[in-house]
Structure formats: structure tokens, C-alpha cells
Antibody
Framework: EVQLVESGGGLVQPGGSLRLSCAASGFTFSSYAMSWVRQAPGKGLEWVSAISGSGGSTYYADSVKGRFTISRDNSKNTLYLQMNSLRAEDTAVYYC??????????????WGQGTMVTVSS | QSALTQPRSVSGSPGQSVTISCTGTSSDVGGYNYVSWYQQHPGKAPKLMIYDVSKRPSGVPDRFSGSKSGNTASLTISGLQAEDEADYYCCSYAGSYTSYVFGTGTKVTVL
């Protein structure tokens, strides 16, 4: 069964850091781009970051550029999102999503269940 | 990069058809055939319903169809059913710098 399981969310103070993980199973992980997409409470979906299948290319939304770092370990079938200098506006459910191609250009065909990140003092 | 524009809500009776529009620019919707649509029920993860403008993944009912004209993409749900009541989001590839942009979301209500 194709599956994505996120972990690492929680409560963090403004200015703090958090690392999210996404464990993949049921498909050849290195063959597909992966992305993080977030959804603030009661709001719409916002693409956050993407990484190519090899990990050699990374992409970021302007809202997180310079603060978040996406990475992947293809030997462990795991995607990561290192989040630094967190702000209240980063509070959201964070989903990892599998791309349809090796490069992040096409749709997200598999989504995890999401992990909640709350930034508050 | 601004979000793609969708109507806040649409509604229809069971069996009717509804269409959701998704308006962008020549830098996203109009520039690529990488438009996708997602269905999201409350408290659940999004589910892919349409990709590459008009293709349906395996398991998605053929009541769901997609199209594009210029900078506007559309999702049509024919033969509306109670379980179609959900939020729907469009998404477009927007180039190697911006990558992806989502729509503002549309709530579909089955009367």
C-alpha cells in the first residue's frame, strides 16, 4: 500500500525550530519529487517546498525561503522539513505529498495525514 | 505569487451539475498543462481528483471532469452526489522559481 506518514509536529515558541519527517512506503521513493504543503486553521492550501527525486534540486515558497530547508534520504525513504525562525503565521497542518514525476512539476497523487505545527508563546 | 482565484462557494441539488472556475495568469494556468484539482473533506487530507488539466486518476468517478481555456481552468461535477460535498482546490505549476500555486478553494454544497 502506498503510504506517507508525517511526524515531528508540536508546539514551539516564536523564533524556535522544528524538524518534520515523512516516512514513505509502497513505491520507489527516489523516483518521485516530494513536496510539503501546509494549511493554516480554517484556511486554504499553501505549497511550501519541493525537492526532486534525486534531492539535487530544491524549491521554496517566498514565505519560507531562508528559514525552511527541505531534504530527503532515499536510503531511508524519508522526507524532511527543517523549520527555523518560526513565526506565528507558520502555524498550520503540514502535509507531505508525493509528486507524479521525478521533477516537481506535476500533481500530488498521494498525501500524508498531516502533522500540526503550532507556533505560540 | 498570488493564489489562483476560485469562487468561494457553489451549490447544486443531487443529480445536477456544478462547475468551479480557477483563474490564474499566463505564468501559471495559462502557461502550462499542469493543472490539478483536489477534494478535501473536513479534517481529512486532500485527494487528487484531476491532473494534467483533464486526466482522472484511477478510482475517481467519471462524474468529475476538467478543462482549461486560456488562463482559466474548470472542474465540473456531473450528477452531483451527497458525498461530493467538500472543499475543492485547484493547483497549477508556475515555473521553476515559484513551482506551485494553489487556488483559494471552493466549498461545494449539495442541497
Amino acid at each position: 500500500e502506498v503510504q506517507l506518514v508525517e511526524s515531528g509536529g508540536g508546539l514551539v515558541q516564536p523564533g524556535g525550530s522544528l524538524r518534520l519527517s515523512c516516512a514513505a512506503s509502497g513505491f520507489t521513493f527516489s523516483s518521485y519529487a516530494m513536496s510539503w504543503v501546509r494549511q493554516a486553521p480554517g484556511k486554504g492550501l499553501e505549497w511550501v517546498s519541493a525537492i526532486s527525486g534525486s534531492g539535487g534540486s530544491t524549491y521554496y515558497a517566498d514565505s519560507v525561503k531562508g528559514r525552511f530547508t527541505i531534504s530527503r534520504d532515499n536510503s531511508k525513504n524519508t522526507l524532511y522539513l527543517q523549520m527555523n525562525s518560526l513565526r506565528a503565521e507558520d502555524t498550520a497542518v503540514y502535509y507531505c505529498a508525493k509528486g507524479c514525476l521525478k521533477q516537481p512539476v506535476d500533481a500530488f497523487d498521494i498525501w500524508g495525514q498531516g502533522t500540526m505545527v503550532t507556533v505560540s508563546s | 505569487q498570488s493564489a489562483l482565484t476560485q469562487p468561494r462557494s457553489v451549490s447544486g441539488s443531487p443529480g445536477q451539475s456544478v462547475t468551479i472556475s480557477c483563474t490564474g495568469t499566463s505564468s501559471d494556468v495559462g502557461g502550462y498543462n499542469y493543472v490539478s484539482w483536489y477534494q478535501q473533506h473536513p479534517g481529512k487530507a486532500p485527494k487528487l481528483m484531476i491532473y494534467d488539466v483533464s486526466k482522472r486518476p484511477s478510482g475517481v468517478p467519471d462524474r468529475f471532469s476538467g478543462s482549461k481555456s486560456g488562463n482559466t481552468a474548470s472542474l465540473t461535477i456531473s450528477g452531483l452526489q451527497a458525498e461530493d460535498e467538500a472543499d475543492y482546490y485547484c493547483c497549477s505549476y508556475a515555473g521553476s522559481y515559484t513551482s506551485y500555486v494553489f487556488g483559494t478553494g471552493t466549498k461545494v454544497t449539495v442541497l
